[in-house]
């Protein structure tokens, strides 16, 4: 594991290249969701799986503007960051919510939204492991 101290500073510009690329990532696995979901005869978990892609897209733009505006505050970080950290469990209990509830009334649609979700964090990890990569760590 790198220590903290040696990773490198991202700049905004590299990280929003890299939050495009995730985007457009979550955007073709869609796409292959729906088609792969209804070669399976299993449609409902297709649009499951873009369901949780989305949401998972929202979410990582949600926190992106958050932090952007916390940036822009410059007082007392730790206080301000309160409201972000509370705003961020709402969501993320709201979409937990939302994947128990279709479980449980429609399970292809709970089951690819899990998926879905899971597709969009294992794609937004590789893209910023992937410009922490490119920008170099130091020695």
């Given at each position: 594991?790198?220590?903290?101290?040696?990773?490198?500073?991202?700049?905004?510009?590299?990280?929003?290249?890299a939050l495009r690329r995730t985007r457009i990532g979550a955007f073709a696995l869609g796409?292959?969701?729906?088609?792969?979901?209804?070669?399976?005869?299993?449609?409902?978990?297709?649009?499951?799986?873009?369901?949780?892609?989305?949401?998972?897209?929202?979410?990582?733009?949600?926190?992106?503007?958050?932090?952007a505006r916390l940036r822009g505050l410059g007082t007392d970080v730790k206080a301000s960051r309160k409201p972000l950290v509370g705003r961020t469990l709402g969501r993320l209990g709201v979409v937990t919510a939302v994947v128990v509830a279709m479980l449980a009334v429609e399970p292809p649609i709970g089951l690819g939204m899990i998926v879905g979700l899971v597709l969009y964090?294992?794609?937004?990890?590789?893209?910023?492991?992937?410009?922490?990569?490119?920008?170099?760590?130091?020695?």
């Open positions: 594991m790198i220590p903290a101290d040696r990773l490198p500073d991202l700049d905004a510009a590299r990280l929003g290249r796409v292959v969701a729906l088609v792969v979901g209804g070669l399976v005869n299993e449609p409902l978990g297709g649009l499951g799986a873009v369901v949780g892609l989305v949401a998972g897209a929202l979410n990582t733009r949600s926190i992106d503007g958050a932090v964090q294992a794609l937004f990890l590789a893209s910023m492991l992937g410009a922490v990569i490119r920008s170099g760590v130091s020695s």
